[in-house]
C-alpha cells in the first residue's frame, strides 16, 4: 500500500542514433555521416552514444527503400525469418540491425535508440513514441518541451491498440522518433539540420542528467495517438480523384472538425470530413503515403498522466 | 526603311501541353490526366490543344527519370542517333516525341508547347523561355503577368549563349516552360495545381487573341537570365560539405550581394559569396540538382525591349 514517490529504473549505458532508415530524409543522414566524421559533439560521461546508417543501399540511392520499408520490417515475423535467396534487401538489414542493437525483447539490446526522419508535411518539430506507457520517453519529450523551446514538440503516440511494434528503435529497450518537416525528400535544409541537431543534444542531456541520478517527477502531457488513416478517394482505375483541400494542407495537429473540407477533386469539388468527432490529422499530404493511398493520419488529442521516473 | 509596326507572325493551329517530363513534378502529371480524362478547358475556337503524359515510365515509377534527364535529350545528337540496344529509355523516347510533336526545326512541327513543372525551391509561377529573342513566349509571358495577377510571374531565360536548346519544348516552333514551386517530388499540392491550371488558361487566351487578329505592342520587360551555376563545397571523396545557407534558403530571384552567405558546413562555418557584383540565384536547393552538386542557378536581372507581335 505504500507507492515509491516514483518508478525506478536502470541507467542507460549503450545509445545509438540512426540515420536514413529511410534513405531520402536528408536531415538525419547528413547528421549521421556528420557525426560519423566528428563524433566528439555527441559524447557524454555516464554513457556511449554509437551514430549508424539505418539504410545504407536505400541511402546511396537516395530513395526511401529498395525493397520494403525498412521501418516496418522489426516484427517477429521478419525478424525471426530464415534467410531466403529471394528475400527483400531490408529483411536481411533487419535481421542484422536486430543482432548489432538488439537483439529485440532481450537483456543484450541497446538501452536506447533515437532514429531521425523527415517528412514532407508541415509536422514540425514532433516527437513520436510507441505509446504513452513508455515512461522513459515520455520524460524525455517532457525534458525536450521544456528545454528546447525554438519551437512546440508534439508527442505522437504511433502504436495502435494491440499492434506489435515494428519501427527501428523497437529492438532497443526504448526509442524515440524525431519527424522534423516539412522538408522534401533528398533535399536537406539548414533550419531542419540545426533544430535536429539541438533536439538530439538536449535529449542525450536528459539522459546524463537520469543517470546521475535526478529525480524526474510526475506531470500531466498532451499527446495526440493515432486512431487510424484517411485514404485518398480514388477513380475506378484506382488512380488518386482529388487532392488534399487547401484548407486543409499544412495545418498538421490542428483540429479537423465534421463537415470541414478535406479533399478537392481534380474537377474543382470539394470533399469534407465525415466523421462526428473532432479529430488532429498529421502526415498531411506526406510524400511517401501515396503509394498506400494515405491522405493523412487521423488522432485524438489527450492528456496523460505519467508517473516520476529517477534511476536506480 | 519603313518598318511595319510590329512583327507578323503566322497564326497557331497545334498546340502541346506536356506533363511529367519529369515523373515526380506531380502538377503537370494530374493537370494532363484531368485534361486526358476531361479535355473541354482545353478547348478554344482557333486551335487544337493536346496533352500528353512526357515520360510515362518514369511517372508510373514516380521518379524524375529512368536512364537519363529526358528534358536534356533534345539535341542534335539524341535526335538523329541511331536505334541501339543499349541505349537509355529516354533516348528512344525522346526521337518518337520528336516525330509526334515536330520534327524539331521542321515546318511539320507543333506550333507550341507548354512544358510543366515543378521544383522543391521557392520559384512561385515562374515562366522559363530560351531566351528573350522567342518573340511569341515573350509576348505570352507579357499577358500572364498582365492577366494572371495572383502571384507574381518572374521570367526566366535559360540558354547560355552559344548552347543548344535541349528540352522537350523545343521541338516545337516555340515553347513556354512553367516552374511552380516549392513543392516536394512526389507530392501534388492543390494551392500549385490551380495555379498551374490558371496559368495555362491564360496562355491559351493569349494565343486565342493573337489567332484573332490582335495587335500587342511593343513593351519593355524584365528577365533573369542564366549565367552559370554554384556548385556545392565537398569533401575530397565527393560528397557534398555544407548545405544551402539560411539566409539564402526560400530567396530565389532577390539579390545576392558579394561577401553575402551561401552554404552552411555541416560543422557550423559559413561561406561567403565570392563573386564581384550582384546575382539573382534560382533553383536554390533544387532536390534534383543534388546529383549534379548544383547548389543554386547564377543570373542577371535585364531588361529587355521587345518588338510588338501581330498575326500575318
Not at 525528400?185 to 536528459?206: E, G, K, P, T, Y
Request: charged share 20%.
Amino acid at each position: 500500500l505504500c507507492s515509491s514517490p516514483s518508478n525506478r529504473s536502470r541507467p542507460l549505458s549503450c545509445v545509438a542514433v540512426c540515420g536514413g532508415t529511410h534513405g531520402n530524409e536528408m536531415s538525419g543522414i547528413y547528421l549521421a555521416k556528420h557525426w560519423l566524421r566528428d563524433p566528439m559533439e555527441l559524447q557524454r560521461s555516464s554513457f556511449a552514444v554509437t551514430p549508424f546508417l539505418g539504410n545504407p543501399r536505400a541511402i546511396e540511392k537516395c530513395v526511401r527503400y529498395v525493397g520494403q520499408d525498412l521501418n516496418r520490417t522489426f516484427t517477429t515475423e521478419f525478424l525471426s525469418s530464415t534467410e531466403a535467396e529471394d528475400e527483400p534487401y531490408e529483411v536481411v538489414l533487419a535481421r542484422e540491425i536486430n543482432q548489432t542493437y538488439g537483439p529485440k525483447g532481450s537483456a543484450q539490446a541497446f538501452d536506447f535508440m533515437f532514429d531521425l526522419h523527415n517528412t514532407t508535411a508541415s509536422m514540425g518539430t514532433c516527437l513520436i513514441v510507441d505509446s504513452e506507457e513508455s515512461l522513459l520517453p515520455m520524460h524525455m519529450c517532457h525534458y525536450i518541451q521544456m528545454h528546447y523551446t525554438r519551437s512546440p514538440c508534439p508527442i505522437y503516440l504511433y502504436k495502435l491498440p494491440g499492434e506489435e511494434t515494428y519501427s527501428i528503435n523497437s529492438v532497443a529497450k526504448a526509442g524515440l522518433a524525431l519527424e522534423l518537416g516539412p522538408q522534401p525528400q533528398q533535399v536537406v535544409r539548414a533550419d531542419l539540420f540545426s533544430q535536429m541537431r539541438d533536439i538530439i543534444a538536449c535529449a542525450l542531456d536528459f539522459i546524463e542528467l537520469f543517470n546521475k541520478g535526478t529525480v524526474f517527477p510526475a506531470f500531466e502531457i498532451e499527446a495526440y495517438k493515432i486512431t487510424g488513416r484517411m485514404d485518398y478517394p480514388c477513380y475506378p482505375d484506382g488512380e488518386i480523384s482529388a487532392m488534399v483541400h487547401p484548407k486543409l494542407q499544412d495545418k498538421d495537429f490542428l483540429p479537423l472538425n465534421p463537415r470541414d473540407p478535406i479533399f478537392q477533386t481534380f474537377s474543382g469539388e470539394e470533399i469534407l470530413y465525415e466523421g462526428n468527432t473532432t479529430i488532429y490529422p498529421a502526415f498531411i499530404n506526406e510524400a511517401a503515403y501515396y503509394e498506400k493511398k494515405v491522405a493523412f493520419v487521423k488522432m485524438e488529442k489527450h492528456m496523460f498522466s505519467i508517473p516520476g521516473l529517477q534511476r536506480d
